[in-house]
């Protein structure tokens, strides 16, 4: 099984519509599992499900099992563990290995080919034990300033989880998103993130496609629609592009 954290401490950067689509594209061929790390429960809401109030992934740290939580999906091969609404991390002192325990006594990877964690915007302790699972970490980035410099924030971060608490992570890859080739803002900002860490690092971008928002609306992520759209393209393609850089 290869894990797939995707993650970027900016906020409304497409994480998790990253997530879902990536989770729902790869689960027309693999046995996958999308854990919703984010209490806001939006990548639960995207898989045709809901965040619950009293279970969920985030009950792993009182004591519950990880699998317990899982939920079925719109796809007969994609596994759900929704989010715990109204999990409050700052309730617990110590949760560190808490999911990589999981992971293990459970024998995850025994049951998928791919895991996908999707991050709230934070760099705490879920974040932490997501990156402690991580064999991959896909950083979306909207292309402005602010996003470049929260880009170099998420390396370090990453950089940080490696070299202090022995995170085993093989890739790291940035993805733009929103994008549009018109602007110059956005070509500047992919070019400065691609000459700081390299341009094979950096995926095609994603371009702007309200379906990609209406998506969450119907429950229905979009790599899964019978018309092709643009979103809809791009991210089939992003997925090509990263299985091709990680098998
Ligand atoms: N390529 C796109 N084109 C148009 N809208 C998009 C695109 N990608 C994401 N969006 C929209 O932008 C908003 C933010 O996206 P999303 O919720 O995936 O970001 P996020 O990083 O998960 O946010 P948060 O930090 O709150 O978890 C959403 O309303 C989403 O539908
Ligand atoms: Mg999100």
Do not use: W
Not at 13 to 40: G, H, M, P, R, W
Not at 132 to 153: R, T
Not at 196 to 215: E, H, N
């Amino acid at each position: 099984m290869r894990t797939i954290v995707v993650s970027n401490r900016k906020g409304g950067s497409a994480k998790t519509t990253t997530a879902v689509n990536l989770a729902t594209e790869l689960a027309k061929k693999y046995s996958v599992l999308l854990i919703d790390f984010d209490t806001q429960g939006h990548a639960s809401i995207g898989v045709g499900s809901v965040p619950s109030d009293d279970s969920g992934a985030h009950s792993i740290f009182f004591g519950k099992t990880l699998s317990e939580n899982f939920v079925p999906t719109v796809l007969d091969k994609l596994t759900l563990a929704p989010a715990h609404a109204l999990f409050d991390v700052y309730e617990y002192s110590d949760l560190r290995g808490v999911l990589k325990n999981r992971f293990k006594k459970e024998k995850i990877s025994d049951f998928f080919d791919y895991c996908i964690i999707d991050t709230a915007p934070t760099f705490d302790a879920l974040l932490k034990n997501s990156l402690e699972v991580a064999d991959v970490v896909v950083i979306p980035f909207v292309p402005h300033h602010l996003g470049v410099i929260a880009v170099g924030q998420m390396v370090r971060a990453v950089y940080q989880m490696s070299t202090q608490m022995g995170a085993n992570i093989e890739h790291v890859g940035m993805l733009p998103v929103m994008y549009n080739p018109h602007i110059n803002e956005h070509k500047e900002s992919v070019a400065k993130v691609e000459s700081a860490f390299g341009k094979s690092k950096v995926f095609k971008p994603i371009g702007t496609d309200i379906k990609l928002s209406q998506q969450f609306e119907s429950g229905e992520p979009i790599v899964l629609m019978h018309k092709r759209t643009k979103g809809m393209k791009d991210y089939t393609r992003f997925c090509k592009e990263l299985l091709k850089r990680i098998e």
